[in-house]
């Protein structure tokens, strides 16, 4: 990667480029060192050029709302994307169909559609991510995902060239999309069916007293740690963690809530290192107790 030209590159490049930025105030762990660079591209032309200039030559992460992944302390080689406001729009394509850029928030967009009397995007309400983010991790809650409600996702690949590919042609699976990672969705066609307003409303109140009885809030977490392991066990992942851990196992500032077992928090200056000694200790100790193989669902950025 040579810095000295993306630098150079700032000035026709349509979007931000910072260098050795802070990357802890991008995620809802609060943890993490620098990223060589960071690019918030302005436009589609932008994330265009951008990526036709380096992508060969330079690691790229697209980062979302930062609420399902844990960086690492060291400083990250390469460039984190960040999309923003111009990736942000939402539109009303029918009477049940909407179009929504990947840099909104999933709440945002199941606003949006309880205001224009379209069911099916509730579970989005509970969902702290983007909608780039939400398809990635094919995200859900109360029975429904990602999977249920898309029509089509808009991406662009690394080389830079742009594709539209219908939901019907992904393989998703539980928390996950079988697509690959040098993809950076750009925006995605959800379908609902129509509803009164108001019907929505209640049931979105519903389901974010439910979340709230069930897990903690106002806390730095990146949400569940592990995936369920529903090829293995009935059991939740949360129930095998409490059979297998002592509740007050932690690692420095990283520990287990006591709310929700799947949910670690950072509870103040915790290091990323001392993370994945609380999730390396926490899969040791469940694979001991119970047999079951455990696999992250938070993303680790190194
Ligand atoms: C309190 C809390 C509660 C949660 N509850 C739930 C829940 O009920 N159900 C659930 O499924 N998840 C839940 N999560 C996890 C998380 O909110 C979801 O996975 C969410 O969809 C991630 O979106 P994000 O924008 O934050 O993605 P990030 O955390 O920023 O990134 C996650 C992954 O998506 C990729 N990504 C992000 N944007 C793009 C893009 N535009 N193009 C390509 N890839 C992209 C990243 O590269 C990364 O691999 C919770 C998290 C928290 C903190």
Same mark, same amino acid.
């Given at each position: 990667? %040579?810095?000295?030209? =993306?630098?150079?590159?700032?000035?026709?490049?349509?979007?931000?480029?910072? @260098?050795?930025?802070? =990357?802890?105030?991008?995620?809802?762990?609060?943890?993490?060192?620098?990223?060589?660079?960071?690019?918030?591209?302005?436009?589609?032309?932008?994330?265009?050029?951008?990526?036709?200039?380096?992508?060969?030559? %330079?690691?790229?992460?697209?980062?979302? %709302?930062?609420? *399902? +992944?844990?960086?690492?302390?060291?400083?990250?080689?390469?460039?984190?994307?960040?999309?923003?406001? !111009?990736? $942000?729009?939402?539109?009303?394509?029918?009477?049940?169909?909407? +179009?929504?850029?990947?840099?909104?928030?999933?709440?945002?967009?199941?606003?949006?559609?309880?205001?224009?009397?379209?069911?099916?995007? #509730?579970?989005?309400?509970? &969902?702290?991510?983007?909608?780039?983010?939400?398809?990635?991790?094919?995200?859900?809650?109360?029975?429904?995902?990602?999977?249920? +409600?898309?029509?089509?996702?808009?991406?662009?690949? @690394?080389?830079?060239?742009?594709?539209? &590919?219908?939901?019907?042609?992904?393989?998703?699976?539980?928390? !996950?999309?079988?697509?690959?990672?040098?993809?950076? @969705?750009? !925006?995605?066609? @959800?379908?609902?069916?129509?509803?009164?307003?108001?019907?929505?409303?209640?049931?979105?109140?519903?389901?974010?007293?439910?979340?709230?009885?069930?897990?903690?809030?106002?806390?730095?977490?990146?949400?569940?740690?592990?995936? *369920?392991?529903?090829?293995?066990?009935?059991?939740?992942?949360?129930?095998?963690?409490?059979?297998?851990?002592? !509740?007050?196992?932690?690692?420095?500032?990283?520990? =287990?809530?006591?709310?929700?077992?799947?949910?670690?928090? *950072?509870?103040?200056? $915790?290091?990323? $290192?001392?993370?994945?000694?609380? &999730?390396?200790?926490?899969?040791?100790?469940?694979?001991?107790?119970?047999? +079951?193989?455990? #696999?992250?669902?938070?993303?680790?950025?190194?």
């Amino acid at each position: 990667m %040579n810095i000295e030209d =993306i630098k150079k590159s700032e000035q026709f490049i349509d979007g931000v480029i910072l @260098f050795d930025e802070c =990357i802890k105030k991008f995620n809802w762990f609060n943890i993490g060192g620098k990223t060589k660079i960071l690019f918030k591209p302005n436009s589609l032309k932008g994330l265009i050029e951008y990526l036709k200039l380096y992508s060969s030559r %330079n690691k790229i992460f697209i980062l979302g %709302n930062g609420s *399902n +992944v844990l960086f690492d302390d060291e400083t990250y080689q390469g460039t984190i994307i960040k999309l923003g406001k !111009s990736f $942000a729009n939402i539109t009303l394509l029918d009477k049940e169909t909407i +179009v929504a850029g990947a840099a909104i928030s999933q709440k945002k967009v199941s606003d949006f559609a309880r205001d224009h009397n379209i069911s099916g995007l #509730e579970f989005m309400s509970c &969902i702290p991510g983007s909608v780039g983010g939400g398809i990635r991790m094919n995200s859900g809650c109360f029975n429904k995902e990602f999977k249920d +409600v898309l029509i089509s996702i808009q991406l662009v690949d @690394f080389k830079g060239v742009v594709r539209s &590919i219908p939901a019907d042609k992904i393989n998703f699976n539980y928390r !996950s999309i079988g697509l690959p990672k040098d993809l950076i @969705f750009l !925006s995605a066609t @959800f379908k609902g069916n129509e509803k009164n307003s108001l019907e929505i409303s209640n049931f979105m109140r519903e389901l974010k007293q439910k979340k709230e009885l069930a897990q903690p809030t106002r806390i730095k977490t990146s949400g569940s740690t592990f995936k *369920n392991p529903i090829k293995q066990t009935d059991k939740k992942v949360w129930e095998l963690i409490r059979l297998s851990i002592p !509740s007050k196992t932690g690692y420095g500032d990283a520990v =287990i809530s006591d709310k929700h077992a799947n949910f670690f928090v *950072n509870k103040g200056n $915790a290091k990323s $290192a001392d993370m994945k000694l609380l &999730i390396k200790f926490v899969r040791e100790e469940v694979m001991k107790k119970t047999g +079951v193989k455990l #696999e992250t669902e938070i993303v680790l950025v190194e």
